[in-house]
């Protein structure tokens, strides 16, 4: 079975503004990752890793520089129409990403006059789809800036949704949400996810939300994929050095159960002056001689996954041992 | 397109009610209104012929039967106001919705298109500006001759740069917003963009400058033709009747003074009405006049 969205060694630059330079900063460096029929695939990483060009770049709003796309098997090639009438994106700013002098209810049915697709009755139309995210009729009167935040982000659903796509990129679906609406929008993806058999591309920092959607997990550094698994294995034991950081900076119930030995040290280098090696070195707590010099390459690690670490064999095992040792 | 269904504008309910708050607003309002309506309904309302002559009555002051008195030719003033109100808004609403129209279209073009064609336009658009305003009309009137026409050429030359200008900054700031951002993914092509989704979020700031440039035409419009450049003579500019009124000025100072009354009157209200409007469609802007 073709994957509904396959990135191979995708590269984005943005071209440095000098004057008469033809410089070029690299922001997405040689990004593999797939994301199978139904399956939902959580992108992290820190602000400015690359996350959210990578979402652009997918749906053809950043021009890419190197690799391809490829959409249900077919490379995405200049023609993007394809991949935007299957492909739908959700915004991180929901209220932002509705344009502000049209009615919701235009709004949500603007994806059938785009493509020119039959739209006998628009009201109709829009009350199935606003009923679709459990909106009552009456909001396609509203205008954008008559919603909150929470009815914005299922309006920006229900429009996603309105040509049944195969794919959602979702960009920080949950940003600026307070908590008792966080889950109803996640429950909503859920539901739809099994009820259409939809994919979906989640970018976020929040591991909560990666726990709760995603069935795999791919980690970005400095544009770089660092680490890419299963949801549960990761958590379980991650085999990159940034991951475990991550994950071990993940507010607990329990503030004894921090290890303050993982957690991260200092900003994210820019990527203006990437460090020689293994990228991740200046912040990494395991740092050793060969990680300044040597840049590792992503390898298998097992459980069908990858790490981009020289150690994270040897590390599998420790942590094995200490899980046993946490569980006794 | 076929989107009849669904009303793009009208977004900003009560855009009028807030207007009659505004006691500038309101006058401004009403002194649009009733020069609008003395242009529109001038054979109507026009006692006399504004062009009809009667030498013997030249020279009248304000009376029952010329209520505004006459002029050296004996036309009656009142109807050569009422006739001018309809020559000086033509004018004005004429060329400024040429100018604005054609700087909404090259402006949009220019924040949405190619770089290369932005600088070009903008190239164009800043030479427009760099020429002074009056020589430029000098040079056009007499290159092509005194006239309506002409005159509405040289108008709008010299005032779409401005229009253009506006909605080309106000374009590029809104063309990485992610509406339009999320209309690109969902594949909308460049008219639609354009049309249904920059047009309405751009044109607010441009009604308002067009508002508050119409009274700058009408008064460009009296100055060209006061100096015989302009509407030529028996038509009846106000600027002409100025004109007429200043050769007369120790005989008959009346004709200065009504030929001038309108002239203000228009000027404060379209400036009243572009404040007016100004402060209701954008808040953030200038801040409130009294206080």
Known sequence: ?328 | MSCADETSLGARRGIGRALLADPMGLAGLVIVVLFLSMAVFAPWIAPYDPIALDVKAKFQTPSAAHWAGTDHLGRDLLSRIIWGARLALGIAITSVGIAGGLGLILGLVAGYGPRWLDGLLVLVFDSMSSLPMIFFALAVITVLGPGTATLILVIVLVSFPAYARLIRTQTLALAGADFILAERVMGAGTARILLRHLLPNVTGPLVILLCMDIPVVIMLEAGLSYLNLGVKPPAPSWGNMLSEGYNALRQAPHVVVVAGIPLVLATLGFTFLGEGLRDVLDPRGAGRRWG
Do not use: W
């Open chain 1, 1 to 328: 079975m073709t994957a509904v969205l396959d990135l191979r060694a995708l590269s984005v630059d943005l071209p440095l503004g000098g004057f008469l330079t033809r410089a070029r900063l690299p922001i997405l460096c040689d990004v593999s990752l797939s994301v199978g029929r139904g399956e939902s695939v959580a992108l992290v990483g820190e602000s400015g890793s690359g996350k959210t060009t990578l979402a652009r770049a997918v749906m053809g709003l950043t021009p890419i520089s190197g690799g391809s796309v490829f959409f249900e098997g077919q490379r995405v090639d200049g023609d993007l129409a394809r991949l935007r009438r299957n492909a739908a994106m959700m915004f991180q700013d929901a209220t932002a990403s509705l344009s502000p002098r049209l009615t919701v209810g235009y709004l949500v049915t603007e994806p059938f006059r785009i493509h020119g697709l039959p739209l006998p009755d628009p009201a109709a139309t829009a009350r199935d789809l606003l009923a679709r995210v459990g909106l009552p009729p009456a909001i396609a009167r509203r205008y954008p800036h008559e919603l909150s935040g929470g009815q914005a982000r299922r309006v920006g659903v229900a429009r996603a949704l309105a040509l049944d796509p195969r794919l959602v990129v979702a960009d920080e679906p949950t940003a600026g949400l307070d908590v008792s609406v966080q889950a109803e929008v996640l429950n909503l993806m859920h539901d739809l996810r099994a009820g259409m058999g939809l994919a979906y591309l989640v970018i976020t920092h929040n591991l909560a939300l990666v726990r709760h959607v995603a069935d795999r997990v791919v980690v970005l550094y400095l544009g770089r994929v660092v680490e890419e698994g299963p949801t549960a294995r990761i958590f379980a034991a991650p085999a990159h050095p940034y991951t475990a950081s991550l994950i071990a900076a993940e507010p607990k119930p329990d503030p004894r159960r921090r290890r303050a030995d993982l957690a991260i040290r200092g900003e994210v280098p820019s990527v203006l002056r990437r460090p020689a090696g293994c990228e991740f070195h200046t912040r990494c707590p395991l740092v050793r001689d060969l990680c300044r010099s040597t840049p590792p390459d992503l390898v298998p690690v097992g459980d069908g996954r990858q790490a981009r670490c020289h150690f994270a064999d040897q590390r599998q095992d420790k942590q094995g041992e200490r899980h046993a040792v946490d569980h006794r």
